[in-house]
């Protein structure tokens, strides 16, 4: 590793598994200190199965491995004034704040005339407005450096629709909005805002049978894994049915780096071409 993040420190959210997971542990490597936050506990109207305190118990074991120090908080992004508190504590451990991370996110399936206001709001809540809550709970860390950099992870699904996750699709491009709009506000302190866009991520997010199913319809029955990449392999150009975490890690890691530090208000792809389909 080549220390691209020595001695900054980098708050991610939904960091207990999968791309937070991915995120903390790449820029540790790095040499970056981590606030890793995470809800550790099941959310209404998500069919998904929950990240647990012993998921990112895994993550500081895992960071903590790679040389890296790191702060917790079990926090619902919805909870602004918790997430707050939390980047603050984080803040003054490792002296300030670089870089920010807004990965925490939910998925569900429904047809969008047929969704639950509940669900609805629960994925707006969580998927747009926690990621604002992130955003406004760390900017202030920012623009006291001076510099740094925000990457807010959406999805295709931030740049194209998708059938049955209409309220996921337009939080996603709720995302990619607020990025380019705080690409604006923050560029006159040398922060820097971006998006990455990842295709189908190999995680517990899609990894589980609500989500399977929804790719193979005519099963009466959930999908098997390899039944599942079958029918996702379809939805990417390159022959792949999904990329690993490590990948949106090391795309966030870029975005994270001096060796981006004129990108911002870009939306990043990391899709095996599925937004060329």
């Known amino acids: 590793m080549t220390g691209r993040l020595k001695g900054k420190t980098a708050v991610i959210t939904g960091a207990a598994r999968g791309i937070g997971r991915a995120q903390a542990v790449r820029f540790a490597e790095e040499g970056a200190d981590i606030i890793a936050v995470d809800v550790c ?36 992004v919805r909870n602004a004034d918790e997430l707050h508190d939390v980047v603050d504590r984080g803040a003054t451990e490792f002296d300030g704040i670089d870089i920010v991370c807004a990965t925490a996110g939910i998925t569900s399936r429904g047809a969008a005339i047929e969704l639950s206001e509940a669900a609805w709001r629960t994925m707006l809540d969580i998927n747009l407005t926690g990621v604002w809550n992130t955003c406004a709970a760390t900017a202030p860390h ?25 309220h996921y699709t337009a939080a996603k491009h709720g995302v990619v909005g607020l990025m380019r709009s705080l690409a604006h506000d923050l560029a006159p302190h040398g922060v820097r805002v971006n998006c990455v866009h990842p295709t189908n991520v190999d995680t517990p997010l899609i990894q589980n049978d609500a989500v399977r199913s929804g790719f193979r319809p005519d099963l009466d029955r959930p999908p098997t894994r390899e039944e599942f990449a079958a029918a996702a392999t379809q939805m990417n150009l390159l022959a792949v049915p999904w990329v690993q975490p490590v990948d949106i890690a090391n795309a966030s890691l870029f975005l994270a780096s001096d060796e981006a530090r004129y990108i911002t208000a870009v939306s990043l792809p990391v899709d095996a071409g599925s937004t060329q389909r």
Do not use: H
């Open 41 to 76: 506990g099941p959310i209404d109207s998500v069919q998904v199965p929950p990240s647990a305190p012993e998921d990112l118990a895994e993550t500081v074991r895992l960071v903590g491995q790679a040389g890296g120090r790191i702060v917790t908080g079990i926090v619902d």
């Open 142 to 166: 920012l623009i006291k450096r001076g510099t740094g950099s925000m990457v807010l992870t959406s999805s295709i699904a931030g740049l194209r629709g998708l059938v049955g996750v209409a």
